[in-house]
């Protein structure tokens, strides 16, 4: 995206209320959208988060661990859109905040660094969410051979996970140190004027693909191990479990591989005719990856009606009240 700046003077800047509403009409209302959309991340995720939490402490086991990883990376993007949304509908409180900066550093410069944290962020938890979910799909796939118990981590998951969190701790860093996230309106992006940003961007494109590829294929595996499995009730049930997991699996894909696709036309130019310098255009993939932070568990919740029982006794009891069974935990999908 292109670097987001302002031509206002300072002085006409700071005589402006800060709570001035976009005159873009378009900005204004794609703002509300914004925060609609973001508003209720955190309720529900919460919800599910809860549930898992409390299934795993009756039976332990490594894939609602790392669901809750997956989920807690979307609560944080969501978290981080809602608290951003504000700055479309009053752009003065960006412009303000970056006007005063430059003239002030010393008394702003804490707030201004607090809004490049929630940047830095949220484009960690975005990138940390795809090899986590990959490292799911895999591990669902040895639990399912019986090469391994989901009752404890293995040896090499885990390993495996430390590296995937040690790489995004140091994404984290980068990014609150060297500042290359920033809010161009009415979005967030890379800015490329700091160093080592266009190695990073290629970075997260690199290891995007191979693991939304390895999850795809891995959930093929697990729906074919489970349409053969003998140990199953019926093979009706075998075929329900089977289309479950190809469709979620083909459609959070698609989507996420979508998304990436359209970032990112300069490499993918069978997508340049989006043209992401519109801002129309940015504003309805801002929209598309808040709308991101809702698909994986909503997905859940449409094809488990174990997890879907679960939360909503949860919401009525904040306990539940029943132990999954092997077959219900190796059903559960859940794809980014």
């Given at each position: 995206m292109s670097v987001y700046s302002t031509t206002t003077s300072d002085y006409d800047t700071a005589s402006k209320?800060?709570?001035?509403?976009?005159?873009?009409?378009?900005?204004?209302?794609?703002?509300?959208?914004?925060?609609?959309?973001?508003?209720?991340?955190?309720?529900?995720?919460?919800?599910?988060?809860?549930?898992?939490?409390?299934?795993?402490?009756q039976t332990p086991n490594m894939t609602f661990k790392m669901m809750n990883i997956v989920n807690f990376c979307l609560l944080g993007q969501g978290l981080g859109h809602f608290l951003t949304s504000p700055a479309v509908i009053f752009p003065n409180l960006l412009k303000t905040f970056d006007t005063v900066v430059r003239v002030s550093r010393l008394f702003w410069k804490p707030f201004h660094l607090n809004l490049?944290?929630?940047?830095?962020?949220?484009?960690?938890?975005?990138?940390?969410?795809?090899?986590?979910?990959?490292?799911?799909?895999?591990?669902?796939?040895?639990?399912?051979?019986?090469?391994?118990?989901?009752?404890?981590?293995?040896?090499?998951?885990?390993?495996?996970?430390?590296?995937?969190?040690?790489w995004i701790f140091i994404l984290?860093?980068?990014?609150?140190?060297?500042?290359?996230?920033?809010?161009?309106?009415?979005?967030?992006?890379y800015d490329f004027?700091?160093?080592?940003?266009?190695?990073?961007?290629?970075?997260?494109?690199?290891?995007?693909?191979?693991c939304l590829i390895i999850s795809f294929l891995s959930y093929i595996s697990i729906a074919y191990l489970i349409f053969m499995a003998k140990n199953l009730r019926s093979s009706?049930?075998?075929?329900?479990?089977?289309?479950?997991?190809?469709?979620?699996?083909?459609?959070?894909?698609?989507?996420?591989?979508?998304?990436i696709f359209v970032w990112h036309p300069a490499l993918f130019t069978m997508f340049t005719f989006i043209d992401m310098e519109d801002k129309t255009n940015q504003a309805i993939l801002n929209c598309v990856w808040i709308i991101h932070c809702y698909v994986n568990p909503c997905m859940?919740?449409?094809?488990?009606?174990?997890?879907r029982g679960d939360c909503f006794r949860f919401l009525k009891t904040r306990n539940i009240d029943r132990n999954p069974s092997r077959t219900v935990m190796m059903s559960i999908v859940s794809i980014n």
């Open positions: 209320s800060l709570f001035d509403a976009n005159a873009d009409k378009e900005m204004f209302y794609f703002g509300i959208i914004y925060f609609i959309l973001s508003m209720f991340n955190a309720p529900f995720l919460l919800v599910i988060i809860s549930t898992l939490h409390l299934k795993n402490c490049q944290i929630i940047g830095a962020t949220m484009n960690t938890l975005w990138i940390c969410d795809l090899p986590v979910v990959t490292l799911l799909a895999v591990s669902r796939i040895l639990i399912f051979s019986n090469m391994i118990h989901s009752h404890k981590f293995n040896g090499v998951i885990k390993f495996l996970l430390g590296l995937v969190l040690s984290f860093l980068y990014g609150i140190i060297f500042r290359n996230m920033e809010m161009y309106p009415p979005g967030w992006g004027t700091v160093p080592f940003s266009h190695i990073f961007d290629t970075l997260e494109i690199c290891l995007s693909f191979p009706v049930q075998s075929r329900k479990n089977e289309i479950a997991i190809l469709f979620q699996s083909a459609f959070t894909t698609s989507y996420i591989s979508g998304m859940l919740l449409i094809f488990n009606k174990s997890i």
